[in-house]
């Protein structure tokens, strides 16, 4: 089973507008409302792609009750900690291309809540082969806790993939218990070691080869439409992606991590798990609803997918 943490989870609705008008009234017609946050959507994908996989984390109130009930509505499998705080809505404006958000900073967590998740998190470890962080840490967490997370998921000899910014992740790649995988992208790559990083091959060999990444088995750089550059083993590799029509880039990044765990529980290649976990990355864009892929192109995609080890 593969486990996915959501440590501050959202209620995301988007609104479809033909134009934004503002300071005046907009009108839609076409509303979503779905489970939403980084480790969600990474849950969402993997159930579609047939994987044993339970959603973990932080809800409450009303609209955490309406995450548990609509993910158990698809058939997915969660068990939340729940807190005394409301959990928060994300509101998605997609207007002419653009999309403009307006993102609630979540409840306000005390120590007994985040105690009572570690004890809860302790009960499903056992239970699972990978864990999955992602995303931001509510009010109240110190941003050392996914490396708190790390070491305890260690000690039970779990191997963990981790998909955050900021101290949170610098604070991981400090940790004395490593993550087998981080996620940057080319700017928090640039923050982690203090240089602006160009986007050639040269550059981002010698970044990810800092020694401040050693004992981390992936380094994971997205490059957004340029791809991905990557370090595995003691190689390199560049990933050179077809043009799509994009509809709706948000939730390709975890898109992109289902494809990252499904790999590594499934023992693929280095190469297989690039072009699988692009490929999601890619479907889950080309679909209006965030946290979603259309299998059907897979093949079509993935084929077209170049790996390039430098």
Request: net charge negative; with cysteine.
């Amino acid at each position: 089973m593969i486990l996915t943490i959501t440590m501050n989870p959202s209620v995301d609705i988007s609104y479809q507008l033909d134009s934004f008008k503002y300071d005046s009234a907009n009108r839609v017609s076409n509303v979503s409302k779905t489970a939403g946050g980084k480790g969600i959507n990474v849950t969402r994908v993997l159930s579609q792609l047939d994987k044993d996989v339970t959603a973990t984390g932080l809800t409450g109130g009303i609209l955490g009750r309406f995450i548990e009930a609509s993910l158990k509505d698809k058939g997915i499998k969660n068990s939340f900690y729940e807190v005394s705080g409301a959990t928060r809505n994300c509101i998605a404006f997609l207007h002419e291309g653009n999309q403009t958000e307006i993102l609630e900073s979540g409840p306000i967590i005390n120590r007994e809540e985040i105690d009572g998740f570690i004890t809860h998190l302790e009960t499903l470890l056992p239970k699972c082969e990978l864990v999955s962080i992602s995303g931001s840490l509510p009010k109240g967490v110190d941003y050392t806790f996914y490396s708190e997370l790390i070491e305890i998921c260690s000690e039970h000899e779990k191997r963990v993939v981790t998909d955050c910014s900021g101290e949170a992740l610098r604070e991981v790649i400090k940790g004395r218990h490593k993550p087998m995988l981080i996620k940057p992208n080319l700017e928090e790559l640039s923050e982690l070691i203090g240089l602006e990083v160009a986007i050639d091959n040269e550059s981002l060999k010698n970044a990810v080869s800092t020694e401040i990444f050693d004992g981390i088995d992936w380094t994971f750089v997205s490059l957004g439409a340029d791809g991905t550059f990557a370090r595995n083993e003691g190689k390199f590799y560049r990933v050179k992606i077809p043009k799509i029509r994009v509809i709706n880039p948000v939730g390709s990044g975890d898109s992109t991590v289902a494809g990252i765990a499904s790999a590594i529980v499934e023992n693929k290649s280095a190469e297989e798990l690039l072009k699988h976990s692009n490929t999601l990355g890619m479907l889950n864009a080309q679909q209006s609803v965030t946290g979603h892929v259309d299998l059907s192109n897979y093949e079509e995609i993935y084929k077209k997918i170049e790996i390039i080890e430098v």
